[in-house]
């Protein structure tokens, strides 16, 4: 195995690796990517048996082929200071040695036999759906925030991915819910063939962000028997999905929340910043005073202080008085595009509804807390 290739292209592959690979070493080979030279191709492979990540390098001079598999950390962490530009030239030199020579650099890396990689069947009967990038990666960002952290409830560990209808258009909507917060999210399609719902894993979300952000271009997303595949150019990720039912979270949507407040997205997000500062601990919560006119917040903490701050607002009831976690408020707030937030309220106890003006197809669920 022989080939040279150029730093910036391996190293931006690598680089999407590193949030694949398993760094608990519980399998070695896991921590390990699988360098390929077949069919003229150079390919790129990182698995930790839940996700598979595959690229394909053409700008690359194979002078002979073959494959190994080196570890990703230490390979990525070499390309990293080694000059931009640079050209690469690795050589196997035996079953357990790749080397790798740039410049004045010279290295000698060990390798894991390939025998030992996972491997996996690239099946998905049905034709897939097409997305637009830019599109869908703003979906996963407006539900991402809401994913559960308990894996007690496994099925809440992701975004739940689903085909619905609303006046004679078709969506593919993301919802996330941690049962604290919601967050629901809708993109327009044309084709729906042979979708199958599904509930993207935490790490595959965050993943495919990545991706997605450092891309262009068309995103084709297909479904199978206990998995998703994502073909974005050359590039291809599989997933496993979570097994599990999600809950019928329309149930929990307030539709009779007759209060209204609307108020300065940007005023909103700094003013809870500043008062949350008093505490160290985020997860404080935040207390809302709203008037006809205005929003008096406040953040109360037994061990540092008290911080307090009013800002304008419009406010369509009399007094209420509503306290929020501050960073699910924040969270919120910070992915609502318009310039104002609002906000529908029943009482101090209910779920509140949050609706952003520029974006239709998006609201958000937020209960309140007892401080």
């Known amino acids: 195995m022989q080939f040279v290739v150029k730093r910036d292209v391996l190293l931006k592959s690598l680089n999407f690796v590193q949030g694949v690979v398993e760094k608990k070493n519980t399998l070695p080979i896991l921590s390990n990517v699988l360098l390929q030279l077949k069919d003229n191709k150079f390919s790129i492979i990182a698995t930790d048996l839940d996700i598979i990540f595959y690229d394909e390098i053409s700008d690359v001079k194979i002078i002979k082929e073959g494959n190994t598999t080196t570890s990703a950390a230490i390979l990525y962490d070499i390309l990293r200071k080694i000059s931009s530009n640079s050209e690469l030239n690795f050589e196997l030199k035996s079953e357990n040695k790749l080397s790798l020579k740039s410049e004045n650099s010279d290295f000698n890396l060990l390798c894991l036999p390939t025998d030992n990689f996972p491997t996996f069947a690239d099946e998905f009967e049905d034709q897939g759906i097409s997305l637009n990038n830019s599109r869908f990666l703003k979906l996963l960002n407006k539900t991402k925030i809401s994913i559960s952290n308990d894996d007690t409830r496994h099925y809440l560990n992701g975004i739940f991915l689903h085909l619905t209808e609303a006046h004679g258009r078709n969506f593919l909507t993301g919802v996330a819910t941690d049962s604290h917060r919601l967050s629901s999210s809708s993109l327009e399609i044309d ?177 309140p807390m007892k401080i």
């Open 191 to 367: 084709n729906i063939n042979n979708f199958n719902s599904l509930i993207l894993p935490r790490k595959t979300v965050f993943q495919l962000c990545s991706l997605l952000a450092e891309a262009s271009g068309s995103l084709t997303m297909q479904t199978g028997e206990n998995k998703v595949k994502f073909t974005l150019g050359k590039i291809k990720l599989i997933s496993k999905v979570i097994d599990g039912k999600f809950p019928d979270y329309k149930k929990v949507v307030p539709t009779t929340n007759d209060k209204t407040l609307v108020v300065s997205s940007k005023d909103f997000i700094s003013s809870i910043e500043r008062v949350a500062s008093v505490s160290l601990d985020r997860k404080e919560g935040v207390k809302l005073v709203i008037n006809k006119d205005n929003v008096q917040l406040s953040v109360n903490s037994a061990n540092s202080g008290e911080g307090n701050e009013k800002i304008k607002a419009e406010f369509s009831s009399e007094n209420l008085n509503i306290s929020f976690n501050s960073k699910y408020l924040i969270d919120i707030a910070s992915e609502v595009e318009n310039k104002d937030l609002k906000m529908s309220l029943k009482d101090s106890v209910s779920p509140v509804l949050i609706e952003d003006a520029a974006d239709k197809n998006s609201y958000y669920v937020i209960m």
